[in-house]
């Protein structure tokens, strides 16, 4: 009964080599997060999904790119990962873009870059 | 810009101590604030959320109290048991809808 599934749950690739990280949700919510989270630091916010509409975080690097392709999932794009990209990525959703509403997370992909 | 500061960093508690977990925040214009628990290599689970018009949650053996004039939140473990070991992350939510999280607290509770 898992309600945001990450995939994969560890990834390894190369210095400059592009990776996408996978989300999906079952809860038929609208806005869905993507964070990064370095060791024994707090997750950061990357950018976020209102259904369609993508808003990008102000310091989120530009080798960062997101897309979603319908209500059920969201990707995670590295176009060129560096060493400094190694953490772990969360996903998240939620029903709606407000403060009042839980967020739900993944159990996160952890990316190593070699 | 909101900071959120947990302290302390790491706790190390025998089976059945009761124990206090502190978050304060530097903003105190917030709208809620969630307490999340994050096992090692895995994802978040929350654990309580407290509206700004609140003063405290309560599920189980946790309570947590928010006192937002002061900037501050505790996380209250009643007899801790071996499986509430895990980071304990606290988190505000503020006008923007985002959330900004603080690095967390690992605890460890020894059987």
């Known amino acids: 009964d898992a309600m945001v599934i990450q995939n994969p749950r560890y990834q390894v690739t190369q210095f400059g080599k592009p990776v996408t990280l996978s989300c999906s949700q079952t809860?038929?919510?609208?806005?869905m997060y993507w964070y990064q989270q370095k060791s024994s630091q707090a997750p950061k916010l990357l950018f976020h999904?209102?259904?369609?509409?993508?808003?990008n975080e102000a310091d989120t690097p530009d080798n960062f790119q997101s897309r979603r392709p319908n209500t059920s999932f969201c990707f995670l794009d590295i176009r060129s990962p560096g060493l400094g990209d190694a953490a772990m990525y969360l996903c998240?959703?939620?029903?709606?873009?407000?403060?009042?509403?839980?967020?739900?997370f993944g159990p996160g992909t952890r990316l190593l870059v070699l | 810009k909101q900071e959120v500061t947990q302290i302390p960093a790491a706790l190390s508690v025998p089976e059945g101590e009761n124990l206090v977990l502190n978050c304060s925040f530097t903003d105190s214009a917030i709208y809620n604030l969630q307490w999340f628990r994050q096992d090692p290599g895995k994802g978040l689970t929350s654990l309580l959320l407290i509206q700004s018009s609140q003063r405290e949650q309560t599920s189980g053996r946790l309570n947590a109290s928010l006192d937002k004039s002061s900037g501050r939140s505790t996380l209250y473990i009643a007899a801790s048991q071996p499986g509430d070991s895990a980071t304990y992350l606290c988190?505000?939510?503020?006008?923007?809808?985002?959330?900004?999280f603080g690095k967390g607290t690992l605890l460890t509770v020894n059987p």
């Open positions: 809860l038929n919510h609208n806005v």
């Open positions: 999904y209102y259904d369609k509409d993508f808003n």
């Open positions: 988190a505000v939510g503020g006008s923007n809808y985002k959330l900004t």
């Open positions: 998240a959703t939620s029903r709606e873009v407000s403060i009042q509403e839980t967020q739900y």
